[in-house]
């Protein structure tokens, strides 16, 4: 496990992070595409909207400082669309509210 130092920017569209990837001509390099899995609400601020974006259709994803993460898996491929090398890598980000707290605001917000 690690710690995310900063706030991190990212995006839910997959094919606009595709598109930010330099095309580069070193066939022994790998570009990086991190894919993050988040369990709860609790740890990020979604960008989607006209009042907090000037581009909500980025759907970016503000991350916030000091989240602990895991690496859930990595893998190397050739990607066809960008026709160079790719690494993708899961990192997962664990709840950061307890069961009993979520099981209370669950119960809350059904009443």
């Known amino acids: 496990?690690?710690?995310?130092?900063?706030?991190?920017?990212?995006?839910?569209k997959k094919d606009l992070a595709l598109d930010?990837?330099?095309?580069?001509?070193?066939?022994?390099?790998s570009n990086i595409l991190f894919e993050f899995i988040i369990e709860d609400s609790m740890s990020h601020f979604l960008l989607n909207d006209e009042k907090y974006s000037a581009y909500p259709?980025?759907?970016?994803v503000l991350l916030q400082d000091g989240?602990?993460?895991?690496?859930v898996s990595v893998k190397q491929s050739f990607?066809?669309?960008l026709m160079q090398n790719l690494?993708?890598?899961q990192l997962?980000?664990?709840?950061?509210i307890d069961e009993d707290s979520?099981?209370?605001v669950s119960n809350q917000s059904q009443q």
């Open 1 to 12: 496990m690690f710690e995310l130092r900063g706030f991190t920017s990212a995006t839910c």
């Open 20 to 29: 930010s990837i330099k095309q580069d001509d070193t066939p022994e390099l």
């Open 57 to 60: 259709c980025e759907k970016e």
């Open 67 to 71: 989240l602990t993460c895991s690496v």
């Open 79 to 81: 990607n066809y669309r």
């Open 87 to 89: 690494t993708v890598i």
């Open 92 to 96: 997962m980000f664990p709840s950061l």
């Open 102 to 104: 979520r099981q209370q």
